[in-house]
């Protein structure tokens, strides 16, 4: 039996956060989320206030946190282009001061800690598919740097606590994932495309939709990233997690038609700028050091996630009904 953890999960209220809370818990954990609530909601994590091994906290990692644990997982990040180009020097900021804060901490009380890192450390990459010794291709200026860039620093951040310090560091290069629970208004194509078709809204397309994105199923990183936090000290990663099935922004706009009946009508607007032509994880490095690979096909996650949407969409119309 493994033994039960003090486990610190920061954006532990947010859509990777809720479901890795559960998981933690369900494998007999002490969890403590932490959240400031910007683009998480307490609403995903309600099924959890009851259980005394779970605790929520309120609090922005920008400031220093004070507890005693034995593991962070360190997902505290607006994630959406939206989310994050809302308040950019606030994104920035929960990158880096927020990994100091949590690297402080993990120092301080030697706990092990994850990153939750991103593909998009790659920029728009001119390798393919992208491998983690690939140094990435980002621009420093542009309306989605203050993401990408604070998460590289982040991940500059992770390896020198390690070199100076002696901090057990794990970083998850995390490529595009879906799944119940994403915010439904925050931009990103899977909630989009199906709230729209759902709705019966025109779906947004941006550019030709020739672009693509590799769609991994929340279960599936949720699994990779205890496997990740499992693995021995010597590995730290970056390692990239994703689902490596790649398909064209036209391809899944197609497919969430189809899968709900609807009668959306396909728009195409203009393609927002930076935006990556290409994106695939290779997952050879997570294979062999997890022993992991993603098992949930596109249609069968999208279908769970239309079923999520469309209940989160009825209840709000029960709650305008009065
Ligand atoms: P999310 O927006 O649902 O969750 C992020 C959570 O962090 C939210 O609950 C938010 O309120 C919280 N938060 C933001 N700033 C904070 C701060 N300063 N202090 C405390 N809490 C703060 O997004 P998600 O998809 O669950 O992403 C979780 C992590 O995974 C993020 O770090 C994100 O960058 C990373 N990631 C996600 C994806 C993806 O496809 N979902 C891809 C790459 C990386
Ligand atoms: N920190 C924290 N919780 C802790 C320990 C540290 O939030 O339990 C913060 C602390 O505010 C500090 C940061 O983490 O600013 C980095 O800590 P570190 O020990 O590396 O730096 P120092 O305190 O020496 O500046
Ligand atoms: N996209 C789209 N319509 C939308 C939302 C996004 O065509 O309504 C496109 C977007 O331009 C990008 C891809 O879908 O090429 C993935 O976008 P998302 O914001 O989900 O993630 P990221 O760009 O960070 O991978």
Redesign the pocket.
């Known amino acids: 039996m493994e033994l039960k953890k003090r486990i610190l999960v ?2 532990g ?5 809720s479901h890795l809370c559960d998981r933690l818990l369900a494998q007999g954990h002490d969890v403590i989320c ?7 909601t307490k609403r995903n994590i309600y099924h959890l206030m009851d259980d005394p091994r779970f605790e929520f906290l309120r ?4 400031f220093p946190l004070y507890l005693e644990i034995d593991e962070i997982y360190n ?6 282009p939206v ?1 994050y180009q809302h308040d950019p020097v ?1 994104t920035t900021k ?1 990158c880096v001061h ?1 990994s100091i804060n949590m690297l402080g901490l993990a120092k301080r009380t030697r706990a092990r800690i994850m990153q ?5 450390v790659y920029g728009d990459p001119e390798q393919h598919p992208q491998r983690e010794p690939y140094w990435g291709h980002v621009n420093p200026i542009g309306p989605r740097s203050c993401y990408d860039e604070g ?1 590289r620093c982040a991940e500059t951040l992770f390896m020198d606590y390690r070199r100076q310090h002696k901090v057990r560091i794990k970083i998850a290069r ?5 799944g119940p629970r994403m ?1 439904p208004c ?1 931009g990103r194509v899977v909630s989009n495309f199906i709230v729209q078709a759902l709705k019966g809204e025109s779906i947004t397309v941006y550019g030709d939709g020739s672009q693509t994105r590799s769609f991994c199923y929340v279960d599936d990183m949720i699994e990779a990233f205890v496997r990740l936090m499992a693995t021995g000290d010597d590995f730290t990663g970056p390692v990239n997690l994703g689902n490596p099935g790649e398909f064209t922004i036209m391809e899944l706009a197609e497919k969430v038609v189809a899968m709900t009946g609807s009668r959306s009508k396909i728009e195409v607007r203009p393609l927002p700028f930076d935006d990556p032509r290409q994106r695939q994880p290779d997952i050879g490095l997570a294979r062999s050091m997890l022993d992991w690979e993603p098992k949930v096909p596109l249609e069968q996650g999208l279908a769970a996630t239309i079923a999520y949407f469309d209940d989160f969409l009825r209840q709000g119309d029960a709650v305008a009904a009065g």
């Open positions: 920061t954006g209220a947010g859509f990777l956060g932490v959240d400031n609530c910007f683009t998480g609090h922005d990692v920008t997902l505290a990040c607006p994630a959406s989310h606030q929960t927020g939750a890192s991103t593909s998009e998460k995390i490529f595009n994932t879906y915010h925050d």
